[in-house]
């Protein structure tokens, strides 16, 4: 009788293992596939706001933001600072700073839930990596077993030839 999966999963996590139930693993592994396309399964659990952080997060870390708010940043300062003489934020730019403040609160945590994210898609990708190792060791030893079974095999027929050829 064939155990249900859960039983067989707590008994490898327990290691209480019979030989039985270590074929039963065996043939369950490798007959049915483990691998999965942990992006492509990301990707469809999506929500709007993943993507929304996830987009905001790329163009705030890239040289293009960093360019064009530096010029935005030296923009303001000449501005305010030289240009006007009644200017909307003097010197100490005080409004300025307020800006910045204000986008240094939403950007964070916007970055934060898409870096959240992509350390939830590591962790599949490596309970993944775990699985098809394991589903390789057992085949490896499976292939093992039969490799040995097959020498047996060849080292009876080669006596079996020599005692033939002894008569």
Known sequence: MEKKKKEIVNMLLNQDLGEKDEEEIIDLLVDSPISI??????????????????????IAGSWTFIILFSGFLLFWVILNGVIMTKAIDPYPFILLNLLLSCLAALQA?????SQNRHAKKDTIRNKNDYRTDLKSELILEQLY???????ENQQKILKYLEKKDQK
């Open 145 to 151: 077993e039969h490799i040995d079974e097959l020498l």
């Open 37 to 58: 396309d942990v992006d492509k399964e990301s990707d469809e659990k999506m929500t709007f706001g993943d993507k929304v952080a996830d987009k905001l997060s790329e």
């Open 109 to 113: 945590p916007i970055i934060m839930m």
